[in-house]
């Protein structure tokens, strides 16, 4: 089962899938050990930054030494390597450009500069880039093998004409959205402080009420202490931290939302279900103003409590996870005035489905998917791999014309094959392989795979299929690799 972790911000979110050490780990976290896919989603940008393992060490290398940079004022050109996929730049005294250019292209040669994707960041939207990696470094469950790396720059990069304070470079300054806060502040202004007009409540025109704090000696306090005393001014320490916006605080923890579904107790009497099920469709419906037609049908697993309230949801497959905003989920999703959502009470869950053609279907969760039937057996021996991979290329490449491949990044599938050879389903584990499928031979040999039907019940192996940009080279391997 693919696991699945974000990490939110207001002008970005960080999206990893991968896969974990144990399947069908009944952990209600489980540790996300191998990734398949990170997604970087930028406010203003339609396309997400996309790609495997390489992509997200990448990103996340150039995002500290930019930072550490900056933080420093020391850009040391020679330690910039241009063999890296993922660059950094300075091109106003607010914005900053980020260069993504694809793998397998030679720096400088015409391919990698018309595929090259350049983005330009406001210090703000790179503040937010910087804290959700240092949310995922946070994450003790994902990827806990990769580390960050940071070394203090050497003093030779040092101009000797700086100040010795700009001199100072952080040794470790890594992903740390502290440090940008201290960018942030540095271009704040100085807080303005009132002189009092009066000292002592005796003068005269004298109408504010002193605390307990600063009331002369043996004094006591006014009768008229009960009323609110004038708001001081801030403090530049209290200016490190404002107070978040309406739209920054609205945005929920989706995985929050997720582990409400896998940790509060379930409700599973009939009864219940169909009354709550009655009230979810109604109130969606209602609120689904947006019919926008769409190609495939929008699947979620949805948790609602007692009273009928939205407390949690998950997307199903990949078409519910990129139209998401194209439903009312958000909109009817209950938040609680702490911030995270209720997960003590029963909940009802439910298989949430907005059609191609316009109509809400909600049905149990339980009922939609048979969550009761046993999984299929998953191949892993080394030698049953080594006989099917040359039946699934033959199949492949029967009928490829590498001739009509035009991605501009690669597609990456997961297939599931028979023990004969025969392909079950196949899986895009990008956006990218979502929108050109239809270029490669798999639509011809199999559906894509339906997350919210059965479990498979008949074994299978999993095979990873990429077909490489920009010229369509097709490489297959196991999908966990050769044991």
Avoid at 225 to 240: F, I, K, N, Y
Avoid at 267 to 287: F, H, K, M, W, Y
Avoid at 396 to 420: G, H
Wanted: with cysteine; hydrophobic share 40%.
């Amino acid at each position: 089962m693919t696991i699945q972790r974000q990490y939110n911000l207001p002008n970005c979110t960080l999206i990893l899938e991968g896969l974990g050490d144990t399947i069908g780990s009944a952990e209600a976290r489980p540790v996300l050990s191998m990734l398949v896919n990170a997604e970087c989603h930028l406010v203003g940008q339609e396309k997400p930054l996309s790609g495997g393992r390489d992509f997200f060490e990448g990103l996340v290398s150039a995002v500290s030494q930019y930072a550490q940079e900056i933080l420093s004022g020391v850009h040391p050109a020679r330690l910039i390597n241009p063999e890296q996929w993922v660059q950094f730049r300075r091109v106003g005294v607010n914005q900053h450009r980020l260069s993504v250019r694809p793998p397998d292209t030679t720096p400088g040669s015409g391919i990698a500069a018309q595929f090259t994707r350049e983005i330009d960041l406001t210090t703000v939207q790179l503040f937010d880039l910087v804290e959700a990696i240092d949310q995922f470094f946070a994450d003790s469950q994902t990827l806990p093998d990769l580390a960050l790396n940071i070394k203090p720059l050497s003093r030779k990069y040092v101009r000797s004409g700086e100040p010795i304070a700009r001199q100072a470079v952080p040794a470790a300054i890594g992903a740390s959205s502290l440090a940008l806060a201290a960018i942030a502040l540095f271009a704040l202004p100085v807080p303005k402080v009132t002189q009092p007009t009066c000292l002592k409540m005796s003068e005269p025109g004298c109408t504010s009420t002193p605390t307990a704090g600063n009331s002369p000696a043996g004094s006591s306090p006014s009768p008229v202490a009960a009323s609110p005393s004038p708001t001081p001014s801030p403090s530049p320490a209290a200016s490190v931290s404002p107070s978040p916006s309406p739209a920054t605080a609205a945005q929920p923890d989706l995985t929050n939302l997720e582990s409400v579904l896998n940790t509060a107790p379930e409700i599973t009497d009939p009864g219940q279900l169909e009354s709550l099920g009655n009230q979810l469709r109604s109130q969606v419906d209602q609120a689904w103003t947006n019919r926008t037609p769409f190609v495939e049908d929008l699947v979620y697993r949805v948790g609602v409590a007692k009273d009928g309230a939205i407390v949690g949801y998950k997307p199903v497959n990949p078409a519910a996870l990129t139209n998401a905003k194209q439903t009312p989920l958000l909109d009817l999703l209950y938040r609680p005035a702490t911030g995270s959502p209720p997960t003590n009470e029963p909940i009802a869950q439910f298989k949430v489905a907005f059609t191609s053609s316009g109509v809400v279907d909600v049905a149990p969760w339980r009922d939609a998917v048979g969550s009761e039937l046993a999984p299929a057996t998953e191949i892993t021996d080394t030698q049953q791999l080594e006989e099917l991979l040359p039946k699934l290329r033959e199949q492949l490449i029967k009928d490829w014309n590498e001739s009509s491949f035009t991605a501009e990044q690669d597609l990456t599938f997961q297939v599931r094959v028979k023990p004969d050879g025969a392909v079950i389903d196949y899986r895009p584990e990008d956006q990218s392989a979502v929108d050109n499928a239809q270029q490669t031979p798999l639509p011809k040999l199999a559906k894509q795979v339906d997350d919210s039907a059965a479990p498979l019940q008949e074994s299978h192996a999993l095979f990873k299929v990429v077909f490489r940009a920009p010229d369509g080279r097709l490489e297959l391997s196991p999908w966990r690799g050769w044991q």
